[in-house]
């Protein structure tokens, strides 16, 4: 219901409404941050406010994901808790973040140079 108002907010032209409860969208459910994609495809050639509404879901869900990692020092603390909860949620996610993290920690060096690469290209496409 979160979601489905800011959304509402966003199409009415009020982005600065919709960006906290987008953000309270994600923070409440895992599957929350989903708001992000049409609020970002509606920001396109907008303001920095509805950017921020477009980003405010996907910030709110990595900080939850950032604060279950700090707390256990597992990348995959979320999908264990969910597993002791009896969902069996995403099967094999658990896992492949571990493994991804193990990657990362294994070759920082070339993963941040295509990150920064990347953001690069988003950025030109973006401009074009």
């Given amino acids: ?17 919709a960006a906290p409860l987008g953000a309270a969208a994600a923070l409440l459910r895992p599957n929350g941050f989903l708001i992000a994609l049409p609020l ?7 303001g920095w406010a509805y950017k921020l509404a477009a980003l405010a879901p996907v910030a709110a869900a990595a900080s939850v994901e950032i604060f279950f990692w700090e707390r256990s ?20 996610a658990g ?5 991804v993290w193990s990657l990362f920690q294994e070759h920082t060096a070339v993963i941040a140079v295509a990150l920064v690469a990347g953001c690069a290209v988003v950025v030109i496409a973006w401009r074009q």
């Fill in 40 to 46: 970002a495809l509606l920001s396109r050639g907008r």
């Fill in 73 to 92: 020092d597992r990348v995959g603390a979320f999908f264990h808790a969910q597993k002791l909860w009896g969902r069996s949620g995403p099967s094999g």
């Fill in 1 to 17: 219901m979160v979601a489905v108002w800011a959304a509402v907010l966003f199409t009415r032209e009020r982005p600065v409404f």
């Fill in 95 to 99: 896992r492949w973040a571990d493994h």
